[in-house]
C-alpha cells in the first residue's frame, strides 16, 4: 500500500503530503484497572527509521499522530525508579488497517517483581542457518522462566528471514525453537508462528533491485519475536 502511494505520489496523481491519523493508547494496571502514568510508548515506523514516542499522562494516555499506509511496532514498557515493582513490557507489530480503523487501542500492563522476570528480548539467526545460538537458548530459557512465573500466560514466538534466505529455513528454526520448548516442558502456551521475509523491519525486503542493505541491518529481519497474548 505504502509503495503505491509513493507511486501515484510522484506520478502527480495523488498529493505527496503525508496522511495523518490521530492514535491513542491508553495503559491501565491488569489488576487493579487504574491508569498507568509515566509509562513509554514507541511506535516505530517498519517503512523507515522514523520513531514517534510519548509518556503517558495521569489518564493513562499517549497521544500520536501516526502517517497513514504504514506498519508500526509498537513498544511499551513502565520502570518504577527506586523500586523493586515493575511491569512486563508490552511488544506488537500493529498493520497499516489496525492503525487506520482502531484509533484507541487500551492495553492492560501486569505488575512483575524485578527479582521474578526479566525481558523478552528478539532472538536472532545466521544466515541461512536454523540452529539455535546460546543467546537464543537463553531467551528461551527466560521465556520459560516467566511462563513459570505466571500460569496463565501465554505468549506467541514469531519467526522470520531476510528476503535472501531459502523458504524451507523459516520452518526449520521455527522447528528447533517448538522443540527447545517442548524439551523444557513448555509448548501448550507458547505458538509458534512463520512469518517468513513477509514483515520486514527495515528497507531490505529485496522489493527492488537497487536496494542495498548491510549484514546488519539484513540481520535486524532473521529473527524471532516474543509476543505476549493472553495473561
Do not use: W
Not at 502514568?37 to 499522562?57: C, I, P, W
Not at 509498537?74 to 512486563?88: E, H, M, P, R, T
Request: hydrophobic share 35%; with cysteine.
Amino acid at each position: 500500500m505504502s509503495q503505491l502511494f509513493t507511486l501515484l505520489c510522484f506520478a502527480g496523481i495523488l498529493s505527496c503530503a503525508a496522511q495523518e491519523i490521530p492514535f491513542k493508547v491508553i495503559t491501565y494496571d491488569k489488576i487493579q484497572r487504574a491508569p498507568v502514568s509515566g509509562a513509554q510508548v514507541n511506535f516505530h515506523d517498519m517503512n523507515s527509521t522514523r520513531e514517534y514516542k510519548a509518556t503517558t499522562n495521569e489518564a493513562g494516555i499517549a497521544d500520536f499522530k501516526l502517517e497513514k499506509g504504514t506498519r508500526y511496532r509498537l513498544d511499551v514498557s513502565k520502570n518504577a525508579q527506586g523500586s523493586s515493582i515493575s511491569y512486563l513490557n508490552y511488544s506488537n507489530t500493529l498493520s497499516e488497517n489496525d492503525i487506520a480503523t482502531k484509533k484507541v487501542l487500551e492495553l492492560e500492563l501486569e505488575k512483575v517483581k524485578h527479582s521474578d522476570v526479566g525481558n523478552l528480548t528478539a532472538m536472532y539467526f545466521e544466515y541461512d542457518q536454523a540452529t539455535l545460538s546460546v543467546d537464543n537458548e537463553s531467551s528461551l530459557d527466560n521465556a520459560v522462566k516467566i511462563m513459570k512465573c505466571f500460569p496463565t500466560l501465554q505468549i506467541e514466538i514469531g519467526v522470520y528471514a531476510d528476503c535472501r534466505e531459502h523458504k524451507d529455513v523459516i520452518s526449520k528454526r521455527a522447528s528447533y525453537v517448538a522443540d527447545y520448548l517442548a524439551k523444557k516442558g513448555e509448548s501448550k502456551r507458547v505458538t509458534v508462528k512463520e512469518y517468513g521475509a513477509s514483515r520486514a523491519l527495515n528497507q531490505c525486503d529485496c522489493s527492488t533491485q537497487a536496494t542495498s542493505c548491510s549484514e546488519e541491518k539484513y540481520l535486524e529481519n532473521r529473527r524471532a519475536e516474543f509476543k505476549v497474548i493472553a495473561f
